[in-house]
């Protein structure tokens, strides 16, 4: 993250993917405030990068702190919290109340003399990510939080299931198919190509810089071609290298 995406993000209006913050939860330093106050700071700000990490569609979304949405245009806030925010702090935050861990990223980015702190939240694979301990009143053991839209939601029984049938591939028979076109199409409005390697080929493209591919909206590898002779899938959809800029 640096000063340029960051003011590409600022064009942006708050959705699945982008949450704007204008601080830090007041007290969560724990300095300034007692320890309800604390805990409930601690609690929301929980929740929030919960929220974000259980997004279905795959990819990443960013909680940005720092700014005031005012009539569509994002307005620097002022936030005066000492808190520790980095990758270790906030890890050892979310390791007590958070299982799986969420995959994240911090980041304070100067804009115009004013510093900017940021959380990438990248949704991995194991998810959804859920509470295991109650905390403020806010969260309780057993919750799952997603965001839909700008609003954060707790998830419901057909919520949950959706979020698990990403455990399951999706399967096609054809790779040029309708539905093979429709998800390399997706990709290509992305400005990314695809390629349909043999499974047998799969690490070894990782390891060229490939990426796996998913079906739109879900985090469902896709497979094709499957040889019923051999119960076997024979091909999966991977995204090609980005191409290093003209």
Not at 36 to 65: L, P, Q, T, W
Not at 79 to 93: E, H, L, P
Request: charged share 30%; net charge neutral; hydrophobic share 30%.
């Amino acid at each position: 993250m640096n000063e340029e995406k960051l003011k590409f993000l600022l064009l942006n209006d708050e959705s699945t993917n982008l949450d704007w913050k204008r601080q830090l939860p007041e007290g969560l330093d724990g300095k300034k405030a007692d320890p309800k106050s604390f805990e409930k700071a601690k609690a929301e700000f929980i929740k929030d990068i919960a929220s974000m990490a259980n997004v279905r569609e795959y990819g990443c979304g960013y909680i940005i702190y720092g700014f005031i949405d005012r009539n569509g245009q994002r307005e620097p806030f002022e936030d005066t919290s000492t808190f520790n925010f980095d990758d270790a702090s906030i890890r050892q935050m979310l390791e007590s109340y958070l299982e799986p861990l969420p995959a994240f990223e911090c980041y304070q980015v100067k804009i115009n003399q004013h510093v900017a702190r940021i959380i990438k939240v990248d949704r991995v694979p194991a998810f959804p990510h859920v509470i295991k301990k109650s905390l403020g009143g806010i969260i309780h053991k057993g919750q799952v939080f997603y965001r839909a839209g700008t609003s954060t939601e707790i998830a419901t029984y057909s919520v949950l299931n959706s979020m698990f049938d990403d455990f399951n591939p999706l399967n096609l028979n054809d790779p040029n198919g309708t539905e093979g076109r429709k998800i390399t199409l997706h990709y290509e409005k992305l400005g990314r190509d695809c390629g349909w390697p043999s499974v047998g080929d799969e690490h070894e493209r990782l390891l060229q810089g490939w990426e796996h591919g998913y079906q739109p909206g879900t985090r469902r590898k896709v497979f094709a071609s499957y040889n019923m002779s051999q119960g076997r899938r024979e091909t999966i959809l991977m995204v090609k290298p980005k191409s290093p800029p003209s």
